[in-house]
């Protein structure tokens, strides 16, 4: 309907806090709304409610309890705070169970500081619960000697009135949520968006058959006609090097699943499902990981991962220098184990929802701080060279990230990592003699 008027309530959280938490506000939200719904004449309930929970720095006013938000004291002791089902990560097996191995590829575009849209249909609750969520896996708090640049921001719900907007947040990367299908015509805007209309149904929990699809944004090289410039969406998936990972994440799904009364009946009404299992166990049983857990679940790095799907890309033709890694000739244990705040939830025993979460969160940090780990010490060991010398990384050394040789993916994840680290540039060689060495086993 054209011509109707829409109102919106909002809080504006104080930037003072060390996490701001908005959605510990929905519930008194919601309840304003359906009291202004019931008497829509009496505006003076939003005068009510803004005195009660103003914050008045620098005063001794009281202050309601919800409208500050405190000091974070780690994931456990929040998401104990806040019993509610308001809060983004208690639906985030659900969230990783919809989205399969595919939760890895934006993953990787979140840490690697990307542009990440998410396109819905409304009700945007489940989107933004996704978006906060991926943001949430992705932190890097506490896990990396270095600052890195600053992380993607979560922005919420856009129209297309924030396009202009979004380009000062293109330097650090975003997530956002839209309802406005013109943004799936307009792919130079971010680098991949995932379409949850395709598995709306079963974020609803009414049906578990369809993944949501994936795509990245590409430029055709040299193509520059027509009104988009030659820019299209890919469709994509994971990588075989995610399985790993993937695995991990599975089995405490699985035991998550059986806890609450055995494993859901699943449908197989989307051929990508069958596709996806059967790309699963085949790179399992390549990689040696067979009813394996992950190795950096475990304290140990990742072992040397077999090759990724890859998305065709062009030789790059920059200026080659020496390769600074050629000491990482094979993958190495994890010389530190990250400190996840809140305490380990891999403990024996009946868990609770909360913990299967912290330990979701758990798998997810320990492999940033594996990934994060060897880039310190790639980037470290070419001290020896120029400030604007590139660093140039051969197939064969994606080994030591537990990365695909020949995945495209993975090649500009890790320069993706490379550039939020801000030390200097560097780039995985991918000519043709690179990738038939790697073949063949060569060199």
């Not at 578990?208 to 590409?218: D, F, M, Q, V, W």
């Not at 197989?268 to 069958?274: G, L, Q």
């Not at 909360?354 to 470290?380: G, K, M, P, Q, Y």
């Amino acid at each position: 309907m054209r011509g109707f008027r829409l109102e919106s309530l909002g809080i504006v959280v104080s930037p003072a806090s060390t996490r701001p938490r908005p959605w510990r506000h929905i519930k008194a939200l919601k309840r304003l709304a359906d009291l202004l719904d019931e008497t829509p004449e009496n505006w003076g309930i939003l005068d009510d409610f803004f005195e009660r929970c103003q914050y008045v720095p620098a005063k001794t006013k009281a202050v309601d309890a919800g409208a500050v938000d405190s000091d974070w004291d780690g994931w456990q002791e929040e998401l104990n705070k806040d019993p509610s089902f308001n809060h983004p990560l208690l639906h985030l097996p659900h969230l990783l169970r919809i989205l399969g191995p595919s939760s890895l590829t934006l993953y990787k575009h979140v840490l690697g500081g990307r542009r990440v849209l998410i396109y819905t249909h409304p009700a945007v609750e489940p989107a933004c619960m996704l978006a906060q969520g991926l943001a949430d896996l992705s932190d890097v708090s506490g896990l990396y000697p270095r600052t890195l640049a600053r992380s993607p921001k979560v922005l919420g719900m856009i129209t297309l009135h924030d396009i202009d907007g979004l380009k000062s947040y293109s330097s650090s990367g975003w997530i956002a949520c839209t309802t406005d299908k013109i943004f799936l015509e307009k792919p130079w805007l971010y680098d991949i968006v995932i379409d949850l209309t395709t598995g709306l149904e079963q974020i609803q929990m009414l049906n578990r058959g369809t993944r949501p699809a994936l795509y990245l944004s590409r430029q055709a090289s040299g193509s520059k006609k027509g009104s988009n410039g030659g820019w299209s969406l890919v469709s994509v998936r994971f990588t075989w090097s995610d399985i790993r990972l993937w695995n991990e994440v599975e089995k405490v799904l699985r035991e998550d699943e059986l806890e609450q009364g055995g494993a859901r009946n699943m449908k197989w009404a989307d051929p990508w499902r069958i596709y996806e299992d059967a790309c699963v166990l085949c790179a399992s049983l390549m990689s040696g990981n067979w009813r394996a857990v992950s190795a950096c679940a475990s304290g140990e790095g990742p072992t040397n991962q077999r090759d990724g799907f890859d998305v065709e890309g062009e030789e790059l033709s920059e200026e080659m220098t020496d390769d600074p890694t050629a000491k990482i000739s094979e993958p190495r244990m994890l010389s530190r184990t990250p400190t996840i705040r809140g305490g380990s939830a891999l403990a024996s025993g009946t868990r609770t929802h909360t913990a299967v979460i912290v330990a979701l969160l758990e798998i997810f940090h320990r492999h940033t701080a594996f990934l994060l780990s060897v880039l310190d010490e790639v980037l470290s060991g070419s001290s020896g060279l120029q400030p604007r010398t590139t660093i140039i990384l051969s197939p064969k050394r994606m080994a030591a990230f537990g990365l695909g040789s020949l995945s495209e993916l993975d090649a500009l994840f890790i320069e993706w990592l490379a550039a939020r680290d801000g030390r200097r540039q560097l780039v995985v060689r991918r000519g043709w003699k690179d990738l038939v060495s790697v073949v063949f086993g060569l060199g």
